[in-house]
């Protein structure tokens, strides 16, 4: 069964510091990987995606991508308290199949 | 508004009634999904069309659970004799078919689905 992994948190980081949350997967021939942002009672919003092992950067958000440890993370530099949301970590594994397979996510709270 | 829609935002019922949910995708979107998320858990996938052919189908989705895409816009969900254990957001998103493994699904509001 394809597993994905998320730290539930909560994450405390304070204002203007840097977040990090970390996902990793089960299924070694994953193929792409998505950040998802979703507040509370509101449906998971895209942030980012990423597929080629190394670092993909788009303003304030970057995705790292570790294929040989099955490992993505997010980082948010200089966090504000419009962050704070549940991160959610999607990853399509492909092989026929195109759904996602969602972590639980994690809770990210930002203080001022 | 160019997004997914779906329609009820939200939905009480009685237990054992039947209950209908819609999705609008996306304008020309080939791809359309089906997703439940209960509190604390990310979301789950239950179905997926491409154009009118629902094509892959999760264990989690009982025989109670049907779903169509008759004419390859529209989606709708429907959940005969409703169980508590139903309770939850029933999620729709959409994707563009653009043969690239980067294909992105989007989201729509969802349908919070309560049964009492």
């Known amino acids: 069964q394809k597993e994905v992994e998320q730290n539930s948190g909560p994450l405390s980081v304070p204002e203007g510091a840097i977040a990090s949350l970390n996902c990793t997967y089960s299924d070694r021939g994953s193929q792409s990987f998505f950040w998802y942002r979703q507040y509370s009672g509101k449906s998971p919003e895209l942030i980012m995606f990423?597929?080629?092992?190394g670092d993909k950067e788009d303003g304030r958000f970057t995705a790292q991508l570790n294929k040989a440890s099955q490992y993505v993370s997010l980082l948010i530099r200089d966090s504000q308290p419009s962050d704070s949301a549940t991160y959610l970590c999607?990853?399509?594994?492909?092989?026929?199949?195109?759904?996602?397979?969602f972590g639980k996510g994690t809770k990210l709270s930002v203080i001022p | 508004d160019t997004g997914v829609s779906q329609d009820p935002r939200h939905k009480i019922t009685k237990r054992g009634q039947n209950v209908t949910f819609r999705c609008d995708p996306i304008s020309e979107h080939n791809r359309l999904y089906w997703y439940r998320q209960t509190l604390g858990q990310g979301p789950e996938f239950l179905t997926y069309?491409?154009?009118?052919?629902?094509?892959?189908k999760s264990r989690l989705l009982s025989d109670r659970f049907s779903a169509e895409r008759p004419k390859g816009s529209f989606s709708t969900l429907e959940i005969q004799r409703t169980e508590q254990g139903d309770s939850a957001m029933y999620l729709c998103a959409s994707e563009e078919l653009a043969g690239a493994s980067t294909d992105t699904q989007y989201f729509g509001p969802g349908t919070r689905l309560t049964v009492l």
């Open positions: 069309f491409q154009n009118e052919a629902q094509l892959e």
């Open positions: 999607a990853v399509y594994s492909g092989a026929g199949s195109y759904q996602l397979t």
């Open positions: 990423i597929y080629s092992n």
